[in-house]
């Protein structure tokens, strides 16, 4: 007769959903946690599952937050002025680590018209005067700046970019904190 184990196929299963995560590894994965670290097992189930139910997008810039606007968006203390335009939540995470930037952050994860519209009303009411582009360098990147640029000419804005140095094709979770502060800081005219 042969065991199935069902809960261990579907543990597997769950691990490779992970991104980078292949069959290997999920394998390792389920054995290391079903046999080696119950506790640890239980305790990253028991993260996931809050995380899950607590966190969600801020409102305001769209990044991970607890509440309806996240700490960044509630921070007066950031440059008000100074908006940075990233790819996806987890940028904002990268960037906040590096300390670099003291502006607040949008993430632009789609060009549909109402992220459009949703843009100009923070840059409006936040009386946005540089927005940052930190976007992942590369043609599709330069072709979605022109775009934006098109979209909000008349809003009286300077456009910048991250300098180049953060090599083409690279997502900012790849680059080094020094060289991701001195692209910061040397950013150019979009």
């Known amino acids: 007769m042969k065991h199935r184990l069902e809960s261990f196929h579907n543990l597997v299963e769950a691990f490779s959903t992970l991104p980078t995560v292949g069959k290997k590894s999920a394998i390792r994965f389920a054995y290391h946690v079903v046999l080696n670290d119950a506790f640890g097992a239980m305790k990253l189930s028991h993260a996931i599952e809050k995380a899950v139910r607590s966190l969600r997008r801020c409102e305001e810039c769209g990044g991970l937050s607890e509440h309806e606007l996240c700490d960044v ?5 950031r440059e008000r002025s100074l908006l940075c335009i990233v790819e996806s939540a987890k940028d904002i995470l990268i960037l906040e680590e590096n300390g670099a930037f003291e502006g607040c952050y949008f993430v632009l994860d789609d060009l549909e018209e109402q992220t459009l519209a949703r843009l100009k009303r923070v840059i409006q009411n936040r009386g946005v005067k540089e927005i940052v582009f930190a976007l992942t360098p590369g043609l599709s990147s330069d072709g ?45 005219k979009a």
Do not use: W
Request: hydrophobic content about 40%; overall charge neutral; proline content about 2%.
């Open 73 to 77: 968006c509630l921070d007066e203390k």
């Open 144 to 188: 979605i700046i022109l775009y934006i640029e098109e979209k909000l000419k008349g809003l009286h804005v300077n456009f910048t970019k991250i300098a180049q140095g953060i090599p083409t094709g690279v997502q900012l979770e790849n680059v080094d904190t020094l060289s991701l502060a001195k692209a910061l800081n040397s950013r150019m």
